[in-house]
């Protein structure tokens, strides 16, 4: 390699740094506010979930059409990825969930399986699948909002009480930290209230008994267990716009990953190539000296 062609090279590296590094900052900027979004968020969430769950450990007895389990006979699965790439094996792991949970359903036929993408990645791969998505919600995975989000679990809950559906299913990233980010797949109806209930319990084992049982001190009006049919349908809600924020937050993170992976990247390449073009011009230098010491002996 010429040393014009080295510095070329070492030009071209620079430009995709600079590049790195700017998206780097604008997905470090993306991430703490949704950091900030589920922070907020999580008060209120906490709250709903110590309603429901000492309501409960009641002796009370209720009905729901969302706690209804059954035979699966059609299953609707939602699927959260991005709009946009450069985000590592974000979208990719999505997608090859999404391929492993469509073959554990292979049994009940391509028309007995409804997919609800939420992202432009994982539409185009359900297309590529062969299915038809059951509508495009990139804008959700954009800019997750509560009121979309409410929209899409009335559907969901809807098709389950109407028994058009038997099953829905989450396949997320749920952020755990920077640099962590899981890749779950959920049951999100029917409900199950056992599994709340328990994961309350372990999520605040420092509650004492008086706070956790609080519910047996008060009249509820009609009923303990129509307050509980209730308050699910707002718990489901709230359950799908977590998911979606919690989706948003693990993006901004595997991209800012990504993109700092990138950027180290691209400055050991410069250092490599650095290295590289001061020994090319060494050697020519070297060359030049002896060409002329060669032609003063002659």
């Known amino acids: 390699m010429s040393l014009k062609e ?67 006979s059609r299953v609707a699965i939602v699927a959260f990825s991005s709009n946009g790439s450069l985000c590592g094996s974000y979208n990719s792991n999505v997608c090859r ?23 432009r990645k994982v539409e185009e791969a359900v297309r590529k699948l062969g299915y038809q998505p059951q ?5 959700m995975a954009d800019k997750p909002s509560y009121a979309d989000a409410y929209r899409l679990a009335t559907e969901l809950m809807c098709k389950f009480a109407s028994h058009e559906v038997d099953r829905v299913v989450f396949i997320y990233h749920h ?5 962590c980010q899981l890749l779950l797949s959920e049951n999100y109806l029917p409900i199950d209230t056992e599994q709340i209930a328990s ?37 489901l809600s709230q359950q799908l716009f977590t998911v979606l924020l919690d989706s948003n937050t693990s993006e901004h993170a595997a991209r800012m990953l990504a993109m700092q992976t990138a950027t180290d990247n ?33």
């Not at 509508?135 to 804008?139: A, E, K, R």
């Not at 049982?213 to 308050?231: F, H, K, M």
């Open 266 to 298: 691209a400055n050991e390449l410069i250092q490599d190539l650095t290295k590289q073009y001061n020994k090319t011009r060494q050697q020519a230098i070297t060359n030049e000296l002896l060409d002329i010491i060669g032609g003063s002996m002659r």
């Open 135 to 139: 509508g495009s919600y990139q804008q």
């Open 199 to 235: 994961a309350f319990a372990s999520s605040h084992p420092a509650a004492d008994a008086e706070e956790r049982t609080y519910a047996n001190d008060y009249i509820v009006e009609p009923s303990v267990s129509q307050l509980i049919s209730a308050l699910l349908p707002k718990v």
């Open 97 to 119: 969930k999404l391929e492993q949970t469509l073959a554990s359903y292979q049994s009940l036929g391509r028309s007995q399986i409804l997919i609800y993408p939420i992202g």
């Open 175 to 179: 952020f755990k930290s920077t640099g």
């Open 6 to 72: 080295v510095k070329n090279r070492i030009n071209s590296v620079k430009s995709t740094r600079q590049i790195t590094s700017a998206m780097k900052m604008v997905s470090s900027a993306k991430l703490h506010k949704a950091q900030n979004r589920i922070a907020s968020l999580w008060p209120y969430q906490h709250k709903l979930n110590e309603i429901l769950t000492n309501f409960l450990r009641t002796d009370a007895t209720f009905e729901s059409p969302y706690t209804d389990v059954r035979p699966v």
